[in-house]
Every structure is written in structure tokens, then in C-alpha cells.
């Protein structure tokens, strides 16, 4: 059998090579398309991709045959939720009803830092800049946070607005709404530097 002619295999490499970058080229461009779709559909608050395992690796760089994988994040989303619930059903001073400081005084720890107020209209895109697989810590360190969550010795609660609490209803209720994306838990904290010994109710968030 003859031998196969330099000039041939150099054709045939041309031929594969071309094919390769026809079918990476429609590949970048589905991923862009699909990635786009969830974006619009979904409304994720941000997302991490990895290409052919490569973390934050640009789409274009996706192998002819390559893998394209991304996480998205709704962490913004769920905290301004809790947060949203938190205000809702926190007290206000029967006496001077315009006293809002427990309201307006829920606020969200990352690594035992504060990391913003949770405040009506706040914008939470901040969170968007830490590792959404943190824990996410939202707390109330007004010195009667603990009295609202505990029943006073006679049974009674410490105030009537809140009677069952405010962070363990809270609670519940983003873990029944995002069940599926969060864990959420009722939990006691305290802070390195925090005055008193005692913990304070909080929620932590984190993604599943």
C-alpha cells in the first residue's frame, strides 16, 4: 500500500481543525443563549460558572466538546425577603409608635461582621461580592431582642405585637418558601466584642 502523502494528512488535519472550531463556535454560542434564558427567566442575583472545570474561565474558552457549568445565586433575594418579614412583624413602642429602632435595626453578619442594615428599600447587591456558599447571619442587637423571643417567667409574652416571637416565625417561613435553595434555621448568636453574655435570636441562610 502506498504511503498516505504529507500533503494529504495536512488536509485532513485542516479538515478536523475546521470542524472543531465550527462546532466550538456553536457551542459558545448555545451556552450564551442558555445562560441568557435562565438569566431572564429565572432572575438569578448572580451566578459562578466553571468552564471544563476551570472556575470564572471566560465561555469562549470551552473546549469543541467542553463543559459548561454554573451556580446561581438568589441570596439578595431570599435575605430582602426575610428581611421584609422581620419588619413586618417586628413591635413598635405603643407609647411612641414612631419608635421603629428594632424595626430598622435587623441587620446581616458574614463571618461574624457586619456586613450591611437591613433596612426598608436597602439595596442588597452587596451581598453578591461574598461567596454565596457563606453562612448568612440576620440578627437584631437591640437589647430586647432576646425578651421578644422569650415567653416572660409567667408565661406572658414580652410584648403583645409579637406574642409568638418575631425571628422563629420568620424563620419558618423562608425555609417553607425556599426550601428547595436555602437552609434556613432559627438560631442564637453572639458576636466576638458583643456586651452582656448573652446570645441573640437570628437566622441563618445558607445556600444547599
Not at 472550531?21 to 451556552?31: E, K, M, P
Not at 432576646?146 to 406572658?156: A, F, L, T
Not at 418558601?177 to 446570645?199: H, I, L, P
Request: aromatic share 10%; hydrophobic share 40%.
Amino acid at each position: 500500500m502506498a504511503p498516505r502523502s504529507v500533503s494529504f494528512d495536512r488536509v485532513v488535519r485542516t479538515i478536523i481543525q475546521g470542524a472543531e472550531q465550527t462546532v466550538q463556535r456553536a457551542l459558545v454560542d448555545r451556552v450564551k443563549r442558555e445562560l441568557g434564558r435562565v438569566e431572564a427567566e429565572a432572575r438569578p442575583d448572580s451566578h459562578e460558572r466553571w468552564i471544563d472545570r476551570h472556575r470564572g474561565a471566560p465561555i469562549e474558552a470551552i473546549s469543541p466538546y467542553g463543559v459548561a457549568y454554573f451556580e446561581f445565586s438568589y441570596i439578595p433575594t431570599i435575605i430582602g425577603f426575610a428581611a421584609s418579614l422581620l419588619r413586618e412583624s417586628s413591635p413598635v413602642d405603643f407609647v411612641n409608635p414612631d419608635d421603629k429602632v428594632y424595626r430598622d435595626s435587623h441587620a446581616v453578619f458574614v463571618h461574624g461582621d457586619q456586613a450591611g442594615i437591613l433596612r426598608e428599600g436597602a439595596d442588597l447587591s452587596f451581598l453578591t461580592k461574598f461567596d454565596q456558599s457563606e453562612e448568612f447571619i440576620v440578627t437584631d442587637l437591640q437589647p430586647y431582642a432576646r425578651r421578644i423571643e422569650i415567653p416572660r417567667r409567667n408565661g406572658q409574652p414580652f410584648s403583645k405585637q409579637a406574642p409568638k416571637g418575631v425571628y422563629q416565625i420568620c424563620t419558618s417561613a423562608v425555609a417553607r418558601r425556599f426550601a428547595r435553595t436555602v437552609s434556613a434555621r432559627f438560631v442564637w448568636v453572639k458576636f466576638s466584642g458583643q456586651e452582656g453574655t448573652e446570645a441573640y435570636p437570628a437566622m441563618s441562610i445558607q445556600a444547599r
